[in-house]
């Protein structure tokens, strides 16, 4: 008997007890039940125990427990019970049903202990499971998401990744992840990707990855480090969003863009190619005819024979004068015309070596020195007409206009600068041009810088038109009385 | 009646033909040609102390080589206060590009522009609006 008082007060002390008849009445209540359910023992006896029924449990489940207990069965589970105030708590609740002779349970003792914390945690985290799975179905459901692990490999993509890279997911798991490389990106690019995610940073930009169809696609990329408790990253989670339509479209502007530019730069060559034209047609076509004309006119009107035999005898040169310009603006037209002239490869040495036979003599007479500075075989794919005349035009040039205070020496450049373009220059120590004064000119027709009988002003025009049709830029330095180069880019 | 007027060209045949039409008139005593702006420049700038040797009236081409008319106006403008005379400018030439015309017609000492070919009324008028 001591014993089972012993129980008693063990139990009372720890547990919330409360004692119903087969009815359901309440007949007695430990202090641990009235402090919990926040009555007064003498406001719950002789109460039926639904007084303190939250109305949580469907009735299937209170039908259950006492189908259970009115069985004479015991009866354990989880009851979520409402105090005095309104207040709701959990109970861990075990129902011993205890019997008469018959067998019949004449009273029920409910043993309960608080779980309310753990129950309210319990929900807290299925509150945030619910709230992580939705957040997960929303991500899915709009983006392309992907997961490797530290190592790049990939873990986990959803059905969007499966669908733009038009992979199934079975041939995606365990692949490395460049599996999707365009091979679009430099190093570089990927090397600071990596770094950055390497070291815990959230990476964001725009990837063109490669399907498996070969086809490419441009994604809008955020990579998210996951972090172990080591601050290290275990695995990467990739959302991504297809902004391929976008990507095309920026291609596409860029591209218009590029040919609008393109384009405006021709219409300004060839307005600047016009401009240059009608100056040529006002000054070097127009000055001879007025001259024609106003000899014309004053032979009419003198009446000395003398006169106008002096005046007619004038006139020719005026024409023959007037047909040259004329021929030299038709060969300058050809060669703008001629954009298929034939190429060929051309050995610069051999060119020149050819070249300078002609001026052998100039050569021998002025003890000019001539030198060839560039590697032996350099080859030039270029129309041999053009290079000869280029080549022809600049070394004349050179020996035409030397200074009459030293002998003439001339050094012939090459030099291969990138992959297609080879820069030629001829280097002399004559007069030079005093380029101050006439920068804008020296490549125009009919203009001229020095004394010269033989000056005309036709074969700077002419190398610079053969240039120019080549898409090559020829330019010069010069200083008075120290010498002039001419450089000469070719596009080969 | 001036005591000079000088031509800068280089178009022997405009210039052979322009001596004669202006001698023709009798209103000219002197006339001197040179064959581009170097040179008319550096008569001027050797005389510049000598204004009774300068001229009254310059004719001047703008395509002529070594120094082409622009390029003389350049040089002209810089020495002009320095001439104790004045002398007034017609840019005579073949041109007919706009361009050129007013390029010139902003040019303070360019009192005219000429289109070639140059007519002896209009020399006439030129000389008589300076005397």
């Known amino acids: ?492 | 009646m001036i005591k000079s007027l000088t031509l800068v060209d280089d178009d022997d045949v405009f210039v052979f033909l322009t001596k004669k039409i202006i001698q023709q008139t009798n209103l000219v005593e002197l006339i001197k040609v040179f064959g581009n702006g170097l040179d008319a420049l550096n008569f001027i700038k050797e005389n510049i102390n000598y204004p009774e040797v300068l001229p009254e009236i310059i004719l001047l081409d703008l395509s002529m080589p070594i120094m082409n008319g622009w390029q003389f106006l350049d040089e002209f403008t810089k020495i002009n206060g320095d001439i104790g005379k004045k002398i007034t400018i017609y840019v005579c030439s073949s041109s007919i590009s706009p361009d050129d015309i007013a390029r010139a017609k902003i040019i303070s000492e360019v009192s005219d522009f000429i289109i070639k070919p140059i007519t002896k009324d209009k020399l006439v008028d030129m000389i008589k609006s300076i005397g």
């Open chain 1, 1 to 492: 008997m001591e014993n089972i008082n012993d129980y008693k007060y063990a139990l009372d002390e720890s547990s919330i007890i409360a004692i119903t008849n087969q009815k359901g009445i309440i007949i007695h209540v430990n202090d641990n039940f009235c402090k919990i359910s926040k009555y007064k023992a003498e406001e719950l006896i002789g109460q039926d125990h639904r007084i303190i029924n939250s109305g949580y449990h469907n009735k299937e489940f209170i039908k259950e427990l006492w189908f259970t207990i009115a069985n004479g069965h015991i009866w354990k589970g989880e009851l979520k019970n409402k105090a005095k105030d309104g207040t709701v708590y959990w109970v861990d609740t075990t129902i011993v049903p205890f019997l008469n002779n018959e067998g019949k349970p004449y009273q029920y003792v409910a043993i309960r202990s608080d779980i309310t914390s753990r129950k309210e945690s319990e929900e807290e985290l299925r509150k945030i499971l619910r709230e992580i799975s939705d957040y997960k179905y929303a991500l899915d459901e709009s983006a392309i998401v992907a997961i490797t692990n530290q190592q790049g490999i990939i873990t986990h993509v959803n059905d969007n990744f499966c669908k733009i890279s038009k992979y199934i997911s079975e041939e995606l798991i365990g692949q490395d992840h460049r599996i999707i490389n365009s091979g679009h990106h430099p190093k570089e690019f990927i090397k600071a990707l990596w770094t950055t995610i390497a070291n815990g940073k959230v990476w964001k930009g725009e990837l063109k990855n490669l399907a498996k169809d070969g086809t490419n696609y441009w994604v809008d990329t955020t990579i998210v480090p996951f972090l172990n408790q080591a601050g290290k990253p275990y695995q990467y989670v990739a959302i991504r969003s297809d902004i391929t339509e976008r990507k095309n479209g920026e291609e596409q502007i860029r591209q218009n863009n590029e040919r609008a530019v393109e384009h405006a730069r021709i219409s300004e060559i060839k307005n600047i190619q016009l401009v240059d034209f009608c100056n040529i047609v006002s000054h070097n076509l127009r000055a001879p005819l007025i001259n024609i004309s106003m000899l014309v006119d004053y032979m009419d009107q003198t009446d000395d024979n003398e006169e106008r035999k002096e005046i007619q005898a004038k006139i020719k040169p005026v024409v023959n004068h007037l047909m040259e310009v004329f021929n030299e603006l038709v060969e300058s037209i050809q060669i703008k015309q001629d954009t298929e002239i034939e190429q060929e490869y051309v050995d610069l040495k051999e060119c020149i070596n050819k070249i300078l036979i002609g001026f052998d003599t100039q050569i021998k007479a002025y003890e000019a020195d001539i030198k060839l500075d560039f590697e032996e075989g350099t080859m030039l794919y270029y129309p041999p007409k053009y290079l000869d005349s280029i080549l022809t035009n600049l070394i004349s040039n050179s020996l035409r206009y030397k200074s009459p205070d030293r002998k003439p020496s001339i050094v012939i450049r090459a030099k291969r600068n990138e992959e297609h373009t080879l820069l030629l220059s001829v280097e002399d120590n004559g007069l030079g041009i005093d380029l101050l004064l006439h920068k804008d000119q020296i490549f125009k027709i009919r203009k001229t810088f020095h004394r010269h009988p033989d000056s005309k002003g036709f074969g700077l025009f002419m190398i610079k038109t053969q240039v120019d049709a080549m898409n090559g830029r020829i330019w010069a330095e010069s200083t008075i009385d120290k010498g002039s180069t001419f450089f000469i880019e070719f596009k080969n």
